[in-house]
């Protein structure tokens, strides 16, 4: 069998493992914070929201039918579908670069990152539709800017990834690096491109496409722009270097270790190995390493988030895999030693991850005497564990409640908290038929405020239940206590892990 068709056929096979893979995770993992909370914006869409502009939310409302199928799986069948596509636009885009190999060994470190098939591969995330459209124009940018030529072909090209980089705009505010990028790319390499009109066409295509989420902060003060500037602001405090030791072996992880260590290579051999052209290593750099470094910048500063920085892996993967391809040009393993650990590990990392999340193998929460208000505190699997269990026990709860005469059928739901809300809104007050209000300051509910409004008016609540997981414990008094008059406790949902209470939930009644 060629080389060629052996890329082709072991191409074939990582896409459909991963794809199964990836489908069972979807199906069996509770959701986490984030993608609870990213379910309500696709059951109440809007231009933009607190946190992130709206495209999370069309994902998830097109691929679950306007969730009316409402299962985890459907809520993040968007991720598990374009986490398949975009292992194919890699393979394209490495194979436009180099050569196949190139291609298929980047659709390997592609898969193996923690980040591409976990991140934005299982879970729905912003970042789902980010990166389907940030790979998108990196083989548009390829198509565009690799060639000495400016045909209409290419001009037409420089539109569609003005398009492109919109579409990701609307999907998280990173993607305004890509115009960034290009743009240093031009002024330093290839100047010829500022007198071409498509580029500022292509500008004014991407910023058109931004005008809902320049609309939605005008009409809410800016917020969304505030809070998100708030994050990165770099003046408010001195050099943290345990935030940017934190940033970096986040990095490392969520792109896997041995990823990182190909890529480090592969940069520092740049000059002593020639392994691509000047102008193709450019692009790949120049659409990639800023954005790691200025995250790493930040982390100097403010507490960042790891997967900030995951898109600029993408370019950084294929010249990766450039060199590998040049390694292991001539020789008979088709794959290279470096492409099987990083597989190895990542395999290691998903087992190891569902084992803890259902069985809580290693004890992460702590003392195990810990008070009941507590326990559980710092167990962060118990973001995707429990919450089934706690919804079909706070239905027997409600059952009992309402037969009995103690509360009225149409009490609804109070949590303190975005992601407590998001949560016990999806496994606790949907299956019977209620609502969830989220209390508490701005910056503790976000888009939940606006989506408070829209369920009603929170003052006219006769009555309630206050849900609190022990996790994160908060005395209703202090929340409810402007609310309502009577806050008493009525029960308490222990969640169990292999024969263990893992955490408490606590349930009072509210009434005016």
Known sequence: MSAQRNIKRKFLYLIIFSFIIRLILASVLELSNDEASY??????????????????????QLFSLDLILNSELFIRLSSVLFGTVNT???????????????????????????????????FIQPDTPMVFFWLITIFLFTEIFLKNEKTRKQRTFLLL??????????????????????????LLYDRHWLKVKELYLAV?????????????????????????????????????????????SGQ????????????????????????????????????????????LLFS??????????GPGYITLIILASAYLSNLYEKKSSLIPLSNKISLSVLILIIVFGVVEINFGIIPLSGESNAKPTELGKNDVTLDMYGWKQAGEKFKQINDREVKTGNISPNAQLFAHKWYNASHIDYYMAEPVNKITFAL?????IRNLNRINKK????????????????????????????????????????????????????????KK
């Open 88 to 122: 194919w636009l890699i393979f394209i885009t490495g194979k436009k670069i180099k050569d196949e190999r190139t291609g298929f060994y980047a659709a390997i470190l592609y898969t193996a990152s923690l980040y591409f098939f976990i991140i934005t591969g299982v």
């Open 252 to 295: 490392i992880f969520y792109n896997n270790p041995v990823n990182f260590i190909i890529i480090l290579i592969a940069l520092i051999n740049i000059r002593k190995i020639k392994y691509l052209e000047k102008n193709k290593m450019r692009l790949l750099i120049l659409t990639g390493l800023p954005l790691i470094l200025m995250f």
């Open 161 to 186: 990834a003005g398009l492109s980089i919109g579409l990701g705009m609307l999907s998280k505010y990173h993607s305004v690096y890509l115009w960034a990028s290009i743009g240093a790319y031009i």
């Open 440 to 444: 508490g300051r701005l910056d503790e």
């Open 39 to 60: 379910r309500l914006y696709a059951l109440y869409p809007a231009l933009s929201h607190f946190d992130h502009p709206p495209m999370v939310g069309f994902f998830i």
């Open 204 to 248: 004014l295509i991407s910023v058109i496409c931004f005008i809902p989420v320049i609309i939605w902060n005008i009409q809410n003060d800016f917020i969304s722009f505030t809070f998100q500037s708030e994050r990165i602001d770099v003046f408010k405090s001195g050099l943290q270097f345990n935030y940017f030791f934190q940033e970096l």
């Open 455 to 510: 369920r009603g008016d929170i003052t006219i609540v006769q009555e309630g239940y206050y849900i609190s997981p022990s996790r994160d414990f908060k005395d209703p008094n202090e929340v409810c206590g402007s609310l309502f008059r009577t806050i008493v406790p009525i029960d308490t949902i222990r969640i169990e892990r292999s024969g263990k209470i893992a955490e408490n939930i606590f349930v009072y009644r509210l």
């Open 300 to 309: 100097l500063f403010r507490n960042t988030l790891p997967h900030w920085s």
